[in-house]
């Protein structure tokens, strides 16, 4: 006897969880690096800027991270398409999910210094937090100077979240302090040289409050810190870095509280996307499970706990 259960697609509902995961990251990254930017006051907040974003990356990440892998950067959604380590339509999901949470973040910003007294063009304000070479750089960095800045940077930040979220790196829970005290360390360059942050999300979201030479200058801050997220997602798949095949088993039930053995896509393995056939014989004796798989999201590794 055989009898057809009808088992409705997840996939679609599992990545739209994940891009969400990820606007609201980035959403979380661009009000504190953004507000403290405009805001801090050394005498009486002596945290600095960098710092403070580089802690918020690492919250983002413990946070959010398990349901999406933390990118909360275009640069790193590249530099895992670049190697390898994800798929086309996920990346292209995740950018979109971090220039919209980038733009929610700085309204908010924004929506705050409309409020505050004596501040008679907020765009102006917003001009000292945003990214800028030439004139508008701190120490007049030209173009050449701050793309060079910038690739490397990128290369570097996207070489660290490769590298402690690769599936045999044994340390790799430790990637939201490790890629947090990049950010900070890098940001502490880039602020110092025209508010570079290394990420064209944030980027994005404080040229489009700022004013117009802002968006005139916007191209470095995408082509740069991709490029550099290029070359570093080609460094790894030389060495090949990608997510390796995974070990055939037999799916087990999922456990409710999302910090499992397995990701969302090992289960998707287990079903087709629009029905599953459960097959019950009469009087033939069980059959041996069926090996089967998984398909790998290797943007969340280092939380699936899985081994090599």
Do not use: C
Request: proline fraction near 6%.
């Amino acid at each position: 006897m055989t009898t057809t259960v009808s088992v409705p697609s997840s996939r679609g509902s599992r990545l739209l969880a994940r891009a969400f995961a990820e606007a609201l990251g980035t959403l979380f990254l661009v009000v504190i690096g953004l507000g403290v930017l405009i805001f801090i006051n050394p005498q009486a907040v002596p945290m600095p800027a960098s710092l403070a974003s580089g802690l918020t990356v690492t919250a983002a990440m413990l946070a959010f991270g398990y349901l999406s892998g933390g990118h909360f950067n275009p640069a790193i959604t590249v530099g895992h398409l670049v190697a390898g380590r994800m798929k086309l339509v996920d990346g292209a999901a995740y950018l979109g999910a971090q220039i919209v949470g980038g733009l929610l973040g700085a309204l908010a910003i924004f929506a705050v210094v409309r409020t505050v007294p004596g501040i008679t063009d907020s765009r102006t304000v917003f001009d000292t937090a945003t990214s800028g070479f030439g004139t508008h750089s701190s120490f007049q960095v030209p173009v050449t100077g701050v793309m060079l800045i910038e690739v490397l940077g990128a290369a570097l930040l996207v070489g660290v979240f490769l590298g402690v979220t690769a599936r045999r790196n044994p340390s790799k829970l430790a990637a939201p302090f490790a890629v947090g005290l990049t950010v900070a360390v890098l940001l502490q360059l880039g602020q110092s040289t025209g508010n570079l942050a290394f990420n064209p999300a944030r980027a994005t979201a404080s040229a489009i409050f700022s004013s117009s030479w802002a968006v005139e200058q916007l191209w470095l801050f995408w082509v740069a810190p991709l490029v550099g997220a290029a070359i570093a997602g080609l460094i790894f798949r030389g060495f090949g870095e990608t997510a390796p095949a995974a070990v055939a088993e037999v799916e087990e039930p999922l456990p409710a509280d999302g910090w499992d053995e397995k990701s969302d896509d090992d289960a998707e393995a287990a079903v087709p996307e629009s029905a599953a056939e459960v097959s019950t014989p009469a009087v033939a004796p069980a059959a041996a499970p069926a090996e089967v798989k998984p398909d790998v999201d290797p943007a969340r590794d280092f939380f699936d706990g899985k081994r090599d």
